[in-house]
Structures are given as C-alpha cells and as structure tokens.
C-alpha cells in the first residue's frame, strides 16, 4: 500500500541497476551465531528490507558465505570476539556500534557489531539507512554512539484515547483491549523508534490522570512494556502530584509528609513488580492548575525529590517539567520558569532531570531559546521539543521542524564563554553530566499514516536523528528522510529538500515573523488572532504579547521593560539589546520597536512586516508548485493527500497574512505599502 504507513521504512525496489547490483554481491546473507529477541528483529529487518529493496531472499547462516553480514556482539559471536575489536568496543558504550567492511577467511563480509544486542538493532537500521540512501557499502568503517542518554518521546494521550494537541486521530494506546490484546501496530511503532534511536517513551498526558498508576492499568503498561523491551524502549508514566490523594487514600499530597513519600516508595516498588525496566516519572506540576509541591508551600525540588527517591533503587528517573508560569504573578511569562528553578539547582536528587522547553514560552514557531539552558550548571536539563505542530498550522500545514530544533541547539548560551551551545548544556558536555536527554511530544496518532500529514513524519524522525547526534544537519537529516520515504530521484530529492527547508521559515512569515508570537486563535490555537483580549488571565491573550499600539510593536524584554533579556549572559544580552542591533528574526521578541524604524532592506518596520506576511503566503504558493513539478515520481494516494493539504495551507497563510496585517494596519494607520496588493 502507498498509504504511508510503511513511514521511511518502506523498502522499495531499487531501480538503479548498477547499485543494485553491488549490493546484491555484499549482502548475500547473515550470519547470526546466537539468537536472542533483539537479533532476531535486527536479523528479520535485514532481511525484510532485502527483501524489498532488492527482491532477494538472504538466509540466516551460522557459517560465512562471501557477502555475509555478521551480526553480534563479542559474547554472542566467536567470529566477532575473533577480530581484535574490543578496544573499539570499549568506547562505544550500551547503545553504540561499528559496522565495517572485513575480509574473513578470504570471504569479503560487513560486520555489524556492538556490546550489547540493542546496539546491534541500531547498528542493523544505520546499515539499512545506508541502502536505502544508495550509499556504497564497500569500505565501511563506522563508528556511531548516541550523544544523549534518554531519548523519548512524550504522549499528550489521554486514557480515554483522546490527545491533547493531537492531530493524527486518536491515541494507539487501545487501553480497554490491554493487556491481552497486543494490536500489531504497537511492535510498527515500537520498530520504527527504534530505527531513529528512540529509547523511550512517555504513554500518557503530562495534565496527568492518576489512574494510570492502579493495578489494572499497570498491567496494562507491562503489556506495552514486554512489546517494546526487544527494541531497546523503556516506558515512562505521567504521575500526578496528587496521586496519594486520588488514589491512595492520604488527606494530603506534601512531599514532606512521611507518609506521602512512603506511598510513592510503595507505589514505585509495585509498578516495579510489573515493569521491572519501568523508566520513571514525568511531570507537571504547578503549572496550568496541575497539582503539586507549591500547594503545600514546597518548592519543586521538594516535589522532584519525594519520586526521585522512590524510584533510585530502581534506577529509574525523573523527569520534572519547568513548563511553569502563573498569572498570579505580576511577570512576563517569559521570566517565570528561570525565576522559579534557577534557585533550585543544585538541590535535585541525581536522578533527577529538569525538562525545559526549547523556548521560554510555548512551542511557538520562533523562540530564542530558553534562559534555563546554561543557568543550571549543577542539574542536568534535559529538552523538550514539540513534534505535533500546535501552533504551526496543526497536521494540516506542511512545516519540517529540524530548522527549529537545530536553530535551538545550536545557539550558544555563553555559560561558559563562546561554544556554550544549548547542545552541549543537553548533551551533558559543558558540565559533565552523565544523566541527559531529549524529549519530543509526540505527534502521532492512530491515522493510518500515523501522522496525518505525510510530511510530518519528517519531524518525528528528524527527532529521532538529532537525539542520537545533535550535531546533523537539517538537510542531511532531509535528505534521508525523503530519500527513504520517496524517491532517490535526484530531482525529488532536491526539490523536496529546497521545500522542506524553507517550509518553517515561511511558516514563521505567514504567522509571527519579525519575532511576533503568541497571537494565535484563542484556546484551539489554530489560526490567527493578534485581537486576542479579555480572557481569564493576561497571558492566555494576544495583546499581552505583541503589545501593538499608535507608536509600534513588539514586547520590550529588554532592561527598559520586563528585563527577561537580562536572564540571559551578557554576550547573549549584548544581541538583542536593541532595535538597532537585534537580529530582525527576534526584534520584535526583544523589543517594541516603533512603525517607522529603519529596517536592514531600508523599508519602515511597517512595509517590512507587510512585506514579511505577503512573502510568506506567496512561498506557500511556490512549495505547491514544486509538489506539483515532480508529480510524476510520487505515488498518486500521497501525492493528492498532499496537494489538498497545500491548498488549504494556501487558503490559511492567506488567512494569516489578511488578519494579521488588517489587524495591526489599525494600529500603525499606514498604507499597505505599494506593489503589495490589499488584503480582502
Ligand atoms: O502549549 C501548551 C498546551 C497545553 C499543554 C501545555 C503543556 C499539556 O496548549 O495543551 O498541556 O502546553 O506543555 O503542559
């Protein structure tokens, strides 16, 4: 089926005679000494990819034919403990590999090799990923580890099967048919994390249930746990502060109440009865009116804690959102999660990770990034990136986020002078953490494409990727993708990728360019509406944020006004300190900056921003264009699911770009500048 639901795993025939051919002659079969649950999935992969790529059957041998693809680790296999790589293997770590190009026994092989099983599995996919790219598989010789510890992703599922921000459908999780009935789309799903490295997951809403802690739904998580344990995938659950309370029977949820800590010791040790590789806990707490530590006048730390040192024993960790802001509070938004846990460091169990948004206020489709990153040297933050695209136009708007995710990681705090990328405060290298990770909330869903827009797949695996080495490049990470999911046409390729690189940017015009955020439609949060006003808090408004009036635009952050730029180091400071200097991605972030200010292309602020709504709605015009010129190369079921969402994607950056200039035209009382035709 041409669906999409095959995802980058869909193993199509190669055409190109020549590298058929070779390939054909360097893997003619694999030789697997021992068996355990893992190597069988890897062994199965191989063959299934052969299979499609190119129309050949391999055996599994316990002998070496010429063209032999050796799977193993140094204890499973005699023939891979035999060729002097344990110095190599060494540095590799649990979840590393090497794949290279040998000659055994006069038999030219490629040896796919690691110290455990799951980095045979990972090893297996990178392989695959070489054929599906076309890439020579003569001499290889990689190395690969994983850069980050914990890489999850984060379901907003409810267990009612709704999701929060979801656009794919409903949640995979069939709770009411666990745990006997093991739907075959959990092992597609738990395979294709596995072929971007992912190693965990998070299966319920941080606006937690506390239900999902009780015994008939543990047993239910062990279910999914046994489906997943074979591709290297942990579970995690949402624990609702106030769990104790709800479901423990405790008049009380104080993390320093004896008991409290004493339910949780018992709570974690039961779950570990059932799942006894259980991962940890995510939470949200405080936040958005989800229980926690603060309602009984303790900090998060406490709160963190009080888990922490119930699942140490176990290994397991935490994961504790700084995803806080009160309207009670007379504070930008922005400030409201440094001012709450910079204090903290320093006072976290070990086992605990504070999890931070890539921006200080929420998944919008431009941030700088956020002030914690570099101002918790003693506690190890780790990332959360949003995968479902709440406010880039749903699953509707063709948006392939790695530009924004790299843009973040690789933006440099100064922490510790120049190089102090957000990636290395990630990553654990600026202050030796052990404990890191990266989080991405899930955009899937049960479609039958998984993601309801082909092109979002893009983003999940692009997460996937960037986990495993930060330091990718959006267009490698493209290229992969489009290569393994639609052609290797070069002219495909190169089309999708111009396409898929420039799609955020002209998101980010369509919708808040010049640094502009949050002025999306109330609640739903699709759409525009910079006229956002009167609501239950300040901060849930569009006015709070673009702050437009007779004089100019944008929320000054700067020491004049909140001062959240001061949460940042100097040399970041120094940046976006002025209109003047500000780079104009950010200016209005930073700074309310009058209609008439001078631009860099020499127009006023008021014909830039114009001239900023009208290119992005035109680029969207452009990216169907290209769809449409390589019509001939892509399967007609993806090709027209496609097509509509662009058009409707059209329809809404025209949508955007009429609001949002007819809107803010009231406050700057300027003419559409000319050349620009007017907005109807
Ligand atoms: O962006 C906001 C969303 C909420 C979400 C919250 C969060 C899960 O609108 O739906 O709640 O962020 O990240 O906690």
């Known amino acids: 089926s041409e669906d999409g639901y095959r995802l980058w795993m869909r193993y199509d025939k190669i055409t190109t005679v020549a590298v058929a051919k070779k390939y054909q002659s360097l893997a003619t079969s694999v030789l697997l000494e021992k068996e355990s649950a893992t190597f069988v999935i890897a062994q199965k992969e191989l063959q299934l990819a052969l299979q499609g790529l190119l129309q050949t059957t391999i055996p599994v041998t316990k002998t070496i034919q010429p063209g032999a693809i050796v799977l193993g680790t140094a204890s499973s296999s005699s023939i891979i403990s035999s060729l002097g790589i344990s110095e190599k293997l060494k540095a590799l770590g649990k979840e590393g590999f090497v794949i290279f190009s040998v000659v055994i026994k006069n038999k030219p092989?490629?040896?796919?090799?690691?110290?455990?099983?799951i980095g045979v599995l990972y090893g297996t996919f990178h392989f695959i990923r070489l054929l599906q790219t076309q890439q020579?598989?003569?001499k290889l010789s990689v190395v690969s580890k994983p850069a980050i510890g914990h890489r999850l992703l984060n379901h907003w599922d409810n267990l009612d099967r709704t999701v929060e921000r979801g656009y794919a459908g409903f949640s995979l999780w069939d709770w009411h048919k666990l745990p006997d009935y093991i739907d075959p789309r959990y092992i597609a799903y738990a395979r294709a994390n596995a072929s971007i490295g992912i190693n965990g997951t998070v299966l319920t809403n941080v606006n937690a249930n506390a239900q999902v802690l009780t015994v008939p739904y543990l047993k239910k998580v062990a279910a999914l746990a046994n489906v997943f344990r074979p591709y290297g995938i942990k579970v995690y659950l949402t624990a609702r502060f106030s769990a104790p309370v709800e479901i423990g029977g405790l008049t009380t949820a104080d993390p320093l109440d004896s008991a409290v800590q004493a339910w949780w010791k018992k709570k974690v040790d039961e779950i570990y009865t059932y799942i006894p590789d259980f991962g940890g806990f995510l939470v949200k707490a405080n936040s958005e009116g989800q229980p926690g530590p603060q309602n009984y006048d303790r900090n998060h730390a406490d709160g963190a804690n009080v888990l922490a040192k119930a699942l140490a024993p176990h290994n397991g960790i935490v994961m504790w959102r700084a995803f806080v802001y009160s309207n009670e509070v007379p504070e930008d938004r922005a400030k409201q999660a440094y001012n709450e846990f910079k204090p903290l460091d320093g006072t976290f169990e070990k086992n605990v990770l504070v999890q931070v948004k890539n921006g200080p206020i929420d998944f919008q489709p431009r941030e700088p990034f956020h002030p914690l990153f570099g101002a918790m040297p003693k506690t190890p933050l780790m990332m959360e990136f949003q995968l479902t695209q709440e406010y880039l136009g749903f699953a509707t708007h063709l948006v392939y986020l790695a530009p924004l995710f790299k843009e973040c990681?690789?933006?440099?705090?100064?922490?510790?002078?120049?190089?102090?990328?957000?990636?290395?405060?990630?990553?654990?290298s600026l202050e030796n953490h052990t404990l890191t990770g990266i989080a991405g909330v899930a955009n899937i869903g049960n479609d039958r494409n998984w993601t309801g827009h082909p092109f979002a797949q893009a983003n999940w695996?692009?997460?996937?990727?960037?986990?495993?080495?930060?330091?990718?490049s959006s267009e490698t990470i493209a290229e992969e993708w489009i290569r393994a999911t639609f052609s290797n046409n070069e002219n495909v390729v190169s089309t999708l990728k111009n396409v898929m690189l420039a799609s955020r940017e002209v998101t980010v015009r369509y919708m808040t360019p010049l640094g502009l955020h949050h002025i999306m439609g109330w609640n739903h949060h699709y759409g525009p509406g910079p006229w956002i006003k009167d609501k239950p808090r300040a901060d849930w408004t569009s006015v709070y944020y673009h702050q437009a009036d007779s004089l100019g635009i944008g929320f000054n952050r700067t020491a004049t006004g909140s001062k959240a730029l001061l949460q940042y180091t100097p040399e970041v400071q120094k940046i976006y300190s002025t209109p003047a200097d500000c780079p104009e991605e950010y200016l209005l972030w930073f700074n309310h900056v009058g209609w008439n200010h001078r631009m860099k292309s020499g127009r006023t602020l008021w014909d830039e921003l114009c001239h900023h709504y009208y290119a992005g709605a035109d680029s969207v015009q452009w990216i169907q264009q290209q769809w449409d010129s390589i019509h001939n190369h892509i399967d007609e079921e993806r090709y027209q699911q496609v097509k509509a969402l662009l058009a409707i994607q059209y329809q809404e950056a025209i949508w955007w770009r009429n609001a949002c200039v007819l809107y803010f035209q009231t406050f700057s009382k300027r003419d559409i500048p000319t050349g620009l035709p007017k907005p109807d």
């Open 109 to 117: 092989c490629t040896v796919i090799a690691a110290n455990h099983d």
């Open 136 to 138: 020579s598989i003569e």
């Open 409 to 428: 990681l690789d933006a440099d705090t100064y922490a510790k002078g120049k190089g102090s990328t957000v990636s290395r405060v990630i990553d654990g």
């Open 461 to 472: 695996y692009a997460l996937g990727r960037l986990a495993w080495n930060p330091s990718l």
